[in-house]
């Protein structure tokens, strides 16, 4: 634990070198901030992606002139599936009146078209937990061999673009966020290793009065863990203003924006998060340096 002394040395370094432990602080609220509003935007896009599914139905078609007995047991066996969540039966002719009412516009389409030609069809909604594209497939694959169904359709293309995008946008903030992480532990790095060689003849004088190497990490470790802490400190006050100053205001004339989302949550432990970052950059410097 850290001696009063320790801390009470951290400060006048904070205080003397005001100007470098300033910037290096700037610079690691620049990366945080970067890292917070990248996860911000990708947070709002996934929570859009993972509410899509709900909409998400398969149409399965069934055969033409199947009895009612045959439609009621393939209802059944389509129900009692543990990824069904519902099950709406849709005759030929409710499907017609719909496609009516989707073309009123456009009635020339059905023109000379007597007999309804669309099938008897069921729409099936999944539970969210049974949404994955593979999931799915393999749901309308085996719904298919039911007898009486003729076709199974599931938008296969979309599933497969939305599991792409959410994968992609997963895989980028990982190696962004892993990238300036290390940009600002380098910072820290670069910092102490400067204060410790401006430092070197106090150190000196620590060391021949029979300081430890615990004694005179201290106070560096402490100024490196106060860097990152303001930093990550500064970077939540930014975010919260750009939210609630910018975001908010924009909201009143274009409705769109106040649906997103700010995970105030996870954005309260950017402080710990610029600590980390801090003493794991104090840390390294430290072990690097010999004295």
């Known amino acids: 634990m850290a001696s009063p002394y320790a801390f009470r040395l951290a400060l ?10 300033l910037l290096s602080m700037l610079t690691i609220f620049a990366g945080l901030f970067i890292i917070s509003l990248s996860f911000f935007i990708f947070y709002n896009i996934d929570a859009a992606t993972r509410n899509l599914p709900e909409k998400f139905s ?5 055969e033409d002139n199947l009895p009612k007995e045959k439609v009621d047991e393939v209802i059944a066996s389509v129900r009692s599936r543990r990824e069904v969540a519902s099950v ?7 499907a017609f009146r719909e496609l009516k009412a989707t073309l009123k516009n456009s009635q020339y ?3 000379g078209i007597d007999d309804n030609p669309l099938p008897d069809s069921l ?6 937990d049974a949404m994955g594209s593979e999931p799915v497939r393999k749901f309308a694959e085996t719904t298919r061999k039911i007898p009486g169904v003729s076709e ?14 959410r994968n992609g946008m997963r895989t980028a903030g990982i190696l962004l966020a892993a990238i300036l992480s290390t940009g600002i532990i380098f910072v820290c790095y670069s910092t102490v290793k400067i204060l410790f060689y401006r430092r070197n003849d106090e150190i000196e004088t620590f060391k021949l009065l029979g300081a430890t190497k615990g004694f005179v990490r201290a106070p560096f470790l402490i100024e490196g863990a106060a860097i990152g802490t303001t930093g990550g400190l500064t970077c939540l006050i930014a975010l919260y203003l750009l939210h ?3 975001i908010l205001r924009i909201g009143a004339s274009v409705p769109v924006f106040k649906t997103l989302l700010f995970p105030a949550n996870i954005f309260l432990s950017l402080p710990l998060v610029g600590m980390f970052l801090g003493i794991s950059g104090a840390a390294i410097a430290l072990g ?3 004295y």
Not at 12 to 21: A, E, G, P
Not at 152 to 165: A, P, Q, R
């Open 123 to 128: 729409e099936v909604k999944l539970r969210r």
């Open 244 to 246: 609630h100053v910018v």
């Open 88 to 94: 709406k039966y849709i005759s030929k002719e409710d």
């Open 12 to 21: 006048q370094s904070l205080s003397k070198d005001f100007w470098i432990n």
């Open 58 to 62: 398969l149409v399965v078609y069934l």
């Open 288 to 290: 690097r340096l010999k």
């Open 109 to 111: 389409v059905l023109e």
């Open 152 to 165: 199974v359709d599931y938008g296969e293309k979309f599933l497969s673009t939305l599991h792409d995008i």
